[in-house]
C-alpha cells in the first residue's frame, strides 16, 4: 500500500476535527474509487452541494488562524454529532460494494416484454438503456414496433434491432405474435397464419430463436369446452373441431419454424382466448401437430387460479416442451372466494414474480431439472406494481433465488413424472 503523503504543520495550526480528516477521506477514496470502472467521480467541490458532509464540516471544524471564520454555529454540535457516524457508514459501505467481486451471472438470463418503437411508447434505444440499467439480460419484443416484419424484412431494420442491443450488451430472446389461428372467420384465420410466418421470417433475420404465439381460439375464458359441467361431445363442446382446425393451421407454421429453426413456444393463458390452456389440451395439440419445433411457454400463474397445483409437478410433466418461460404470479383471496366464488372477479389478481402465492426457488428448480435453461420473461399485469417498477422488481426478485451459473452442472438425467 502506498503511504499516505503528509505536510508540514505550524505551530498555529490546531490539529483537525475527526470530521475535518473524514472529509479529507472522502476525497481520497474519491479519487481512488474514481479511478475504478463505473464510479462515478465526486466534483472537488461536493461538500458545498452535499448537505450532510457540509454540515457536519460546519458544525465539527475547529477555528485555524488561516479560516478563522470556519466554526460551528451555535447548537449544532449534538445534531452532526448523530450524523457524522450514519455518513461513515455510508461511504464505507459504498467502499465495500465497490470492492467486492462482480456477481456472476444466472443460470437462467432475466428479460421481460416490451413494445419498444410502436406508437406511444420508447424507442428500442431507450428500451435497452432502462433494461441494462436495471440488470436485465435480454428482451422480448413485440411483432409490432422495430420487429415490425415490414420494417425488418423490407426495409433493413434487423441490423438497427441487433446493434441497439448488443451496444448494450443485450440480446433479443423471443418475439410476441399473439396470432388467433383458430377464428371462425376464415379470412382471419388466413391473415393471422400469414403474420405468424412472417413472424418466423423476422425471427431469423435478426437471430431470435423462439417465438411466443397463442394457440388460438374463437371464444374467450375457456368456453370452448360448453357449459359447466357438461358432459365431453355434448352440443356447445367444441374441442374435437378445434383440436383438428389447430391441426390443419399449425401444420404449414410447423414446417416453417422448421425450415428457419426457429422455435413455436405456446402461450399457455386462457382468458384471452387459447385452447391450449391446460394438460388435457397439450398433449392433444402437442400430438396433433407432432413437431420438435413446436412446444409452450410456461407461466405458472394462470395455473394457481385455474388449480392445476403444484406448479412444480406442471412443469416435470412436460419436461422438453419449455421453449420459453413468461413468468408472472399470482395472489388468491381466500376471503373473496368465499365471497364471490369461482366466478367471482376480485378472489385472485396477477402479480409480479415475488408479489404472489408462488414459490420461485422451487419453480425455477423444477424448470432446470428439467432441461430448461434459457430465459425468465417478467410480464406485469400487477394492479399494485404497475410499469416499469414492476418488472424491475419482479427481476431482482428471480435474480435473488436463482443459482449463480459459475460451477453449476445441468442435470444429466431430467426429473420426470410421467
Known amino acids: 500500500m502506498r503511504p499516505r503523503p503528509t505536510r508540514p504543520r505550524t505551530a498555529s495550526e490546531h490539529r483537525p476535527s475527526a470530521a475535518v480528516v473524514l472529509s479529507a477521506t472522502v476525497g481520497g477514496l474519491d479519487r481512488y474509487l474514481g479511478r475504478c470502472q463505473g464510479w462515478p467521480q ?3 467541490t461536493a461538500h458545498r452541494s452535499c448537505p450532510i458532509p457540509r454540515l457536519i464540516l460546519l458544525a465539527r471544524a475547529q477555528p485555524r488562524a488561516s479560516h478563522p471564520g470556519l466554526a460551528y454555529p451555535r447548537g449544532l ?10 455518513y461513515t457508514y455510508f461511504l464505507l459501505a459504498a467502499l465495500i460494494q465497490k470492492m467486492r467481486k462482480p456477481e456472476e451471472g444466472r443460470v437462467m438470463d432475466i428479460s421481460f416484454t416490451s413494445s419498444a418503437g410502436a406508437e406511444n411508447t420508447w424507442s428500442l434505444e431507450e428500451c435497452a438503456t432502462w433494461a441494462k440499467k436495471h440488470d436485465f439480460d435480454c428482451v422480448r419484443l413485440t411483432d409490432s414496433g422495430v420487429l415490425d416484419s415490414e420494417l425488418v424484412l423490407e426495409q433493413g431494420g434487423a441490423s438497427e ?9 443485450l440480446y433479443l430472446s423471443c418475439i410476441s405474435a399473439h396470432c388467433n389461428l383458430l377464428d371462425d372467420d376464415i379470412e382471419v384465420r388466413e391473415a393471422q397464419s400469414e403474420r405468424l410466418l412472417r413472424a418466423i421470417e423476422t425471427a431469423r433475420a435478426v437471430d431470435c430463436p423462439v417465438i411466443i404465439c397463442g394457440s388460438g381460439a374463437p371464444v374467450r375464458n375457456g368456453q370452448f369446452y360448453g357449459m359447466f359441467s357438461s358432459p365431453p361431445g355434448n352440443a356447445s363442446d367444441r374441442t374435437d373441431e378445434l383440436v383438428d382446425r389447430y391441426s390443419q393451421m399449425f401444420e404449414p407454421i410447423a414446417r416453417a419454424a422448421e425450415e428457419n429453426d426457429i422455435r413455436i413456444a405456446h402461450d399457455v393463458a386462457v382468458r384471452m382466448g387459447n385452447i391450449g390452456c391446460n394438460p388435457e389440451m397439450w398433449d392433444r395439440l402437442l400430438d396433433a401437430v407432432a413437431s420438435d419445433h413446436i412446444g409452450l411457454s410456461c407461466d405458472p400463474s394462470h395455473w394457481v387460479w385455474m388449480m392445476m397445483m403444484p406448479a412444480e409437478d406442471v412443469i416435470r410433466e412436460y419436461a422438453g416442451k419449455w421453449y420459453f418461460a413468461d413468468v408472472k404470479d399470482c395472489e388468491v383471496s381466500e376471503r373473496m372466494l368465499y365471497r364471490q366464488g369461482i366466478i367471482g372477479n376480485w378472489w385472485w389478481q396477477y402479480r409480479v414474480p415475488g408479489r404472489g402465492d408462488l414459490d420461485w426457488a422451487k419453480i425455477s428448480g423444477a424448470l432446470i431439472e428439467s432441461g430448461y435453461d434459457y430465459v425468465l420473461c417478467v410480464e406485469n399485469e400487477d394492479r399494485g406494481m404497475p410499469g416499469l417498477e414492476g418488472l424491475a422488481y419482479g427481476g431482482r426478485h428471480l435474480r435473488r433465488v436463482l443459482p449463480s451459473r459459475e460451477g453449476h452442472e445441468a442435470p444429466k438425467t431430467p426429473w420426470l413424472i410421467r
Open 42 to 44: 465526486m466534483p472537488a
Open 77 to 86: 454540535r449534538s445534531l452532526t454529532s448523530l450524523l457524522s457516524p450514519f
Open 161 to 169: 434491432v441487433k446493434e441497439t442491443l448488443s451496444g448494450h450488451g
